[in-house]
């Protein structure tokens, strides 16, 4: 889908393999660390700390990138229901310094209280957790999260191009 061999995304380096959706000012990929099955990011290619910082078009190929994504994630990992959200600095749980929203197909029952998405959002990415077990399809050895494959990324991402052609 990306014609760029990387992309950046804060402090970090996204393959292009992993990068599912493009549009003029934005960018979708595939989560390393998801929630739940199917847990998406969306960013502006610009990188940008904080929502307030967008330009106004920015903002709007932002969330009409969000829009087009959430439904083809929604339809493709069965879900009911959709998880949208944006941490906007690092006292809302934000730990890479670049505006990005997050897509989490949601299924009646998948956590036990509705709003533990959002615990465990704030926590997903930080290099550790309290529990040992797999967590809603992510899987924790000795309180570590491990990070998925790039192979495994990669047939993620490529099954989600095909919506975006």
Known sequence: MATEASFRFGQHIIKASVVFFRSKLSY???????VVSGHVLVAPLRIVDRF????????????????????VVEREFKASSLTVAIQDGPDAGQTVRH?????????????????????????HDKDEIQESE????????????????????SKEATQLAQFFK
């Open 99 to 123: 505006v990005h929203v997050h897509i989490l197909p949601r299924r009646k029952g998948d956590f036990h209280d509705n709003d533990d998405v959002y615990k465990v959002l704030e926590r």
């Open 52 to 71: 307030c910082d967008l330009t106004e078009d920015e903002v709007a190929d932002l969330f009409l990138s969000t829009q087009k994504i959430s439904g």
């Open 28 to 34: 979708g990929f595939v989560n390393r660390k998801p």
């Open 134 to 153: 797999t967590m809603n399809g992510v899987t924790v050895v000795d309180g570590a999260e491990i990070f998925r494959s790039e192979e495994e990324m």
